[in-house]
């Protein structure tokens, strides 16, 4: 197998994320309806991708909330608004922070139609339009490393060690590439047993799991490890440990999975240069659409396909313009395309917007 490059791992990353829109779950049980999304997490872990197992009505009913994810403070009024009209101090719980910033969150909640409010005196009453559902069932975090040398297997083991501990995803995997060796080369590496392991072919989308995962702990308080023991990374005797209790937990989590609801994975367009004139999309299964420069002759990572980018060149005004085939150049089809599909996967939302 070929040595990776940074442009053939966020190529496999993608490749991923489509797998796992297609197949999840891996074992062929009744499949939940995933909604899949890349490079998200918190401050401290950033997961390659990640897929929501979601519960098809409340999925539907999260519809009602709009396309764009609810931040921690809107989360926090749109839950606890109450079903009849209530003086919003009296109607939420105090949020542990100064009672101006859930003016503010109230206000942006009517702003986007989210929630109802009226003046009564001076005091601002609420009242909620739909119940906030529980639409996410679980979440499963995907570490993508199509070869796995042994230094980005110490890494990875770290950062595995980590989600154990911490246990905010219900289930964490490796990704890597089908070598089709009799004993995939990531098994022998000395990654945590929770860990699940999925050998996946990117040209055609086969997968084989390797090794299936154990189920974190989600609802019990989460460990992070301050200080490790000296001498062998694995003993953890001597080290310090910080812990995270289970409702801070759960708050991290959904507000996760509202940035992959708002994200999901198709979103790498944002970050790089459909309107370079190089820029093309190339389908890799007929079907997925993946970024390709012809200026390189490659899949590009997103990093480089930047205004810095020493061959960036604007796509020609007439591209732009209807003069081109159909409504503008390249980049503005597949985007066009791209977000479609995106809302394709949110059941409520109109995919023909
Ligand atoms: S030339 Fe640079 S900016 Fe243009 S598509 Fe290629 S990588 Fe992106």
């Known amino acids: 197998m070929a040595a990776h490059t940074a442009e053939s791992e966020f190529a ?31 401050k401290r872990r950033r997961w390659d991708t990640i897929v929501l197992e979601c519960d098809p009505d409340a999925l539907e009913q999260r519809a009602n909330f709009g396309p764009e994810r609810l931040d921690g403070d809107l989360l926090h009024v749109v839950r606890n608004a109450p079903a009849e009209w209530a003086y919003y101090r009296d109607a939420l719980p105090y949020p542990g922070y100064p009672w101006r910033y859930v003016r503010e969150a109230i206000h942006r909640a009517d702003d986007r139609g989210i929630l109802e409010t009226r003046k009564n005196g001076n005091r601002i009453e609420i009242r909620r339009k739909w119940a906030y559902p529980d639409w996410v069932d679980r979440i499963v975090a995907i570490e993508n490393k199509p070869d796995l040398d042994a230094s980005a297997a110490r890494v990875l083991a770290d950062q595995l060690e980590y989600d154990v501990g911490m246990a905010l995803a219900d289930e964490v995997w490796v990704a890597t590439e089908a070598t089709g060796d009799r004993i995939e080369p990531v098994l022998l590496e000395d990654l945590p047993v929770e860990a699940g392991v999925l050998a996946l072919e990117p040209e055609t989308l086969a997968a084989t799991v390797e090794w299936f995962p154990r189920s974190l702990a989600v609802d019990d308080p989460g460990t992070r490890i301050l200080e490790r023991a000296s001498g062998d990374g694995r003993d953890a005797s001597a080290a310090r440990f910080e812990y995270v209790d289970p409702e801070e937990k759960a708050r991290t989590r959904l507000e996760i999975a509202e940035r992959a609801y708002e994200r999901g994975w198709r979103s790498f367009l944002d970050t790089m240069r459909p309107d370079c004139r190089h820029f093309e999309a190339r389908a890799a299964d007929g079907l ?20 810095s980018c020493p061959s960036f060149e604007p796509e020609p005004p007439a591209w732009r313009s209807r003069e081109w085939p159909i409504e503008g150049g390249p980049g503005k089809t597949i985007r066009r395309v791209l977000e479609g599909r995106r809302r394709r996967r949110r059941p409520g939302q109109d995919a023909n917007r």
Do not use: H, M, N, S
């Open 288 to 307: 997925q659409a993946l970024p390709y420069c012809r200026a390189k002759g490659r899949c590009q990572t997103a990093a480089e396909c930047a205004g």
């Open 12 to 42: 496999f990353e993608l490749r991923t994320c489509r797998w796992a829109e297609r197949t999840w779950p891996p074992d062929g049980d009744d499949a939940p309806i995933p909604i899949v999304a890349r490079q998200l997490g918190t």
